[in-house]
Each structure stands twice: as C-alpha cells, then as structure tokens.
T-cell receptor
Framework: QKEVEQNSGPLSVPEGAIASLNCTYS??????FFWYRQYSGKSPELIMS????GDKEDGRFTAQLNKASQYVSLLIRDSQPSDSATYLC?????????????FGTGTLLAVQP | DGGITQSPKYLFRKEGQNVTLSCEQN?????MYWYRQDPGQGLRLIYY???????QKGDIAEGYSVSREKKESFPLTVTSAQKNPTAFYLC???????????FGDGTRLSIL
C-alpha cells in the first residue's frame, strides 16, 4: 500500500463545475496536509494547507480533512480552464514512521471550456 | 523579492561527468530539500537538511551528494555513479521541517 494515494486521472470537468480531488494516506500519526498545483513543465505551487478535521476555505478552493477515515480532499468551485494542472497531495509524517513530507503521484485535472 | 533560485534551468551531462545544481534561498528557512521528478511520477526525496552543516539521505540518495555550508545554499551534485540522471530536479525549503515546503523553478538534467 502506498503511503499517499491519489487517482491519477485525468479528471475531466466542464468549466464552471466543481472539481473534487481526493487523497488517502496510510499513517495515522500524520499531522499536516498540503495541496500543491503543478502546471505541465513547472514546479509545484502550494495552494492549501490543512491541519485539523473539517473544512478550510480559501477563495474557490476548499480543503477537507477527515483523520478518522484518513482522507483529505480538495474542492475547486467554478472550475476554470486555467485550473487544468496536476494536483499533488502531500502529507507530513514528522514524528511518525518516516519523519518527512510524503507526496502522492498527483491527479491530472482537465477543465473543458 | 523572497524566493528560491535554482540554476541552471537546463543542464546536460556527459558520460562520467559530475554536475552540480545550485539552490539558493533568501527566505531565511532552516530546512532545505532536493527532489527528483520523472515523467508521470511523483516527487522522490534525494537529500534534505534541517540545519546548517547537517543533512540526511532521502529515499534515493545513491549517486548524489550535497553540502550545507550556508543557511541559504544547498547545492546538489549528480555524480557519475548516478546511471539514470535524466529528470526534473526540484529544490524546496521550509521554515522548519514540518512546515509547508516551497519550491524553486527546477532544473532539467539530460545526458548527452
């Protein structure tokens, strides 16, 4: 079992729709969770951090964390073609088994105009 | 302007050659990291440093070396022992080890 799992996609949504990206993790002691956006050929850019159960909203982005079920999700409202990118989930495992930030392989999002 | 600067943007390595990738940050971050990304794959940790003059191996350290003589600098050397060096190399930093990491623009390394 991978430590951080994401569906590779592509996830295709029409412009204006809600895109829902999901991530599961294996280590229960994980404390911090991050979403990065990576455009093709570019470096990852941090878009959201979440540390406690529940929802965290920032503009069109909402991160959701459920530690009991060991999943974290990212919702993108009113999706735009400029949101088309790979979204990486990262889980902080400091103090846990591997003591580092662990990245998933990413979900490719394609927003259709 | 605070940020992380990686250079060069593109680099070509000849057979048997060592090459060094530069990473400089002016964010006053303690922790710095090197990752490798291959097409269609996730980030794999090569080396990391949580403080000056100290660094630890990541998951794929073989064939690579680093130094951390200054807080703002964390160069990565890809040695001739790394037989498959073609990849996108990303340097990152964070205030301390468990804080969000921020990335430079990356260096693309290819072999001639």
């Amino acid at each position: 079992q991978k430590e951080v799992e994401q569906n590779s996609g592509p996830l295709s949504v029409p412009e204006g729709a809600i895109a829902s990206l999901n991530c599961t993790y294996s280590d229960r002691v994980s404390q911090s969770f991050f979403w990065y956006r990576q455009y093709s050929g570019k470096s990852p850019e941090l878009i959201m951090s979440i540390y406690s159960n529940g929802d965290k909203e920032d503009g069109r982005f909402t991160a959701q964390l459920n530690k009991a079920s060991q999943y974290v999700s990212l919702l993108i409202r009113d999706s735009q073609p400029s949101d088309s990118a790979t979204y990486l989930c990262a889980v902080s495992n400091y103090g846990g088994a591997t003591n580092k930030l662990i990245f998933g392989t990413g979900t490719l999002l394609a927003v259709q105009p | 302007d605070g940020g992380i600067t990686q250079s060069p943007k593109y680099l070509f390595r000849k057979e048997g050659q060592n090459v060094t990738l530069s990473c400089e940050q002016n964010l006053n971050h303690d922790a710095m990291y090197w990752y490798r990304q291959d097409p269609g794959q996730g980030l794999r940790l090569i080396y990391y440093s949580q403080i000056v003059n100290d660094f630890q191996k990541g998951d794929i350290a073989e064939g690579y070396s680093v130094s951390r003589e200054k807080k703002e600098s964390f160069p990565l050397t890809v040695t001739s022992a790394q037989k498959n060096p073609t990849a996108f190399y990303l340097c990152a930093s964070s205030m301390v080890a468990n804080q969000p990491q921020h990335f430079g623009d990356g260096t693309r390394l290819s072999i001639l």
